[in-house]
């Protein structure tokens, strides 16, 4: 008898408590205020937690918990990965404009959350312009979503240059966001915009030469002078001195780039990539001996780089300096022996000097190796026929 006593207190006990847990339920479903989704991400009042959320309550309830700048955080978190070209870009942009307008809505002149979800408008929009171009029975609708989200992201962008008018980082931001959207003529704008408050804005000049060097040809003067005033406002910094000659030397303009690729090597003279650029400047220039003296001297500096002590061999390889090629080909494969574009710059180089069995050698140990791009893929088959190896 007294253990049905015990019973039936315990039942009444735990009947209140489901009875509260499932109307808890139906109303965090069924409403859509904060309160009602914070109060979901909360355990019952008898002690459980609701097991019965759906990854979209949970979801919106973490974006909603957090503070402006928790979220602000986590949407620039997403939004960098963005930068690398993840192959969800379309879920990252929508977690990222998630957690950037949750910010905002905690603090709306929140202005580096404007540009952040300007910047993830952006991004969406692009996936559906490149869904639309495909086609399909959904094209329209594609269509009409990226204008949207496109005037999405021009309209935050421009709020924030509306709450922060004088601030010449939002404008210096504006820029790369543009550039890297390739709105070439609002991006040399913002630039502009950003010199105008700042004149000593070293990044502003040199992006704003940039843009002018290579996508306005009509005005690569005027790109060439934003170079130089970027070389005059810092003189000792040896990555922008690089930069700019490597910009230089990729434009055809070799004579141009080397000054600038002096500064940088006397800078810092233990730099590889700054000598690297000088090697290949002074090859392009005809100056064979410097040439090798700088791709020798980038050898002994490069450390366990074997992607550059690689590209170095091969643009030796292709300027005819097979004898100096081969130590720093071989030294690209002694940091990592089973890199098949080291092993295939290595047998042309064999090649070359007419050493046909190392060549083979090389050729055949680069063949099964993964992963291995189509370019070197044929570029190995291509020796193994022409040293009558395969048909």
Known sequence: MRYCLVFAIWFLAAVPARTESATEMRFCQDSES?????????????????LNQTSEVKRAAGANTLSAAAN??????????LLKRSHRAKYISETAIRHYK?????RPKFVDAHLGLGEAYFYLAKEYGDASSIGGPNRRRHEQ??????????RHLDTAARLAPNSAPVFYRRGQVYQRWRKFHRAISEYTKTIRKDPKHVRAHYLRGYVRFWFKGQWRPKGLADFRTVSRL????AGLHNSMAWQLYKGGMAHEALPYANRSIQVNPKSPNALDTRARINQALRRRHAAINDYKAAARVAGR???????????????????????????????????????DTRAHIYEKLGRKREAIKDFRAALPLRPIDHETYKSVKAGLRRLGVMP
């Not at 904060?34 to 609701?50: D, E, L, M, W």
């Not at 810092?234 to 910094?237: G, L």
């Open 34 to 50: 904060r309160t009602a989704i914070v109060s979901c991400a909360q355990p019952a009042k008898s002690g459980r937690f609701n």
């Open 72 to 81: 602000y955080r986590k949407g620039e978190f997403y939004r960098k990965r």
């Open 102 to 106: 949750a910010a905002i809505k905690l």
């Open 145 to 154: 979503l990226w204008r949207e989200y496109n005037q999405l992201g021009s």
């Open 234 to 237: 810092a003189p000792n910094n």
């Open 305 to 343: 780089n074997y992607k550059l002590l690689n590209e170095m061999a091969w643009q030796m390889y292709k300027g005819g300096m097979y004898r100096e090629a081969l130590p720093i080909a071989s030294q690209s494969l002694n940091v990592f022996s089973k890199n098949p574009m080291a092993l």
